[in-house]
């Protein structure tokens, strides 16, 4: 079974610092990754998607990396803002299914 | 395009009372699917439908639970009898399965259930 892992659970940042969320898998035979965001009390939106066949995709100030073999993701988030804080969740789907495994998330408070 | 429409938004019922909760996907995705999100557990995957069909109910908790498709602009999720263990967030998502890997699922503002 699919596990997938966000660490950390957790984070506090001044406006302005660049960040590093980070997600992992276990099953490497992915079809996509994708990264999330949920503000409270809403549902989620994606930010990004990435086929098993990259290993990166931008939009913005967010870049999203995909390591299979290594089972790993990371999103980086660029001069950061109080509006980036949310809840970010990476979800993967397993081989021609579109069936998603999400992680627990990462809880982001960016101060002003 | 009014995206995934969830309905009630919010619902407070007793234990051992019948809720259904219902969703609208966006128009022209052909894949549906039910997410239970709690604080412990986080976000589950509930079930799955593609084209109308169940294709994975693994998710379903126990016999309380189902969940119906009859066409594909509607979905209902049905909790008889709900327990206070039931209490959660219930999400609807939709997306364009197109098999070519680059679906998207697209959420709904979710549904508010509290079980007393």
């Known amino acids: 079974k699919q596990e997938v892992t966000q660490i950390p659970a957790a984070l506090s940042v001044p406006e302005g610092e660049n960040l590093v969320l980070n997600c992992s898998f276990t099953?490497?035979?992915?079809?996509?990754l994708q990264w999330f965001r949920q503000d409270p009390g809403k549902g989620l939106t994606s930010l990004l998607l990435?086929?098993?066949?990259?290993r990166e995709q931008t939009s913005g100030r967010l870049n999203a990396s995909l390591d299979k073999s290594s089972g790993r993701s990371t999103l980086y988030i660029a001069a950061s803002q109080p509006g980036d804080s949310a809840t970010y969740l990476c979800a993967v789907t397993l081989y021609n299914f579109n069936k998603f495994y999400f992680g627990s998330g990462t809880k982001l408070n960016v101060k002003p | 395009d009014a995206g995934v429409i969830q309905s009630p938004r919010h619902e407070v019922t007793e234990m051992g009372q019948e809720v259904t909760l219902r969703c609208k996907p966006i128009?022209?995705?052909?894949?549906l699917f039910w997410y239970r999100q709690t604080m412990m557990r986080g976000l589950e995957l509930l079930i799955y439908?593609?084209?109308?069909?169940?294709?994975?109910d693994s998710g379903m908790p126990e016999d309380r639970f189902s969940a119906k498709m009859p066409n594909a602009s509607f979905s209902t999720l049905k909790i008889q009898p709900s327990e206070p263990r039931d209490s959660a967030v219930y999400f609807c998502?939709?997306?364009?399965?197109?098999?070519?890997?680059?679906?998207?699922?697209?959420f709904g503002p979710g549904t508010r259930l509290l079980v007393l």
């Open positions: 099953d490497s035979a992915i079809y996509n």
């Open positions: 998502a939709s997306s364009l399965n197109s098999g070519i890997g680059e679906e998207t699922q697209y």
């Open positions: 439908f593609n084209n109308n069909v169940p294709i994975d």
């Open positions: 990435i086929q098993s066949s990259q």
């Open positions: 128009s022209g995705h052909n894949s």
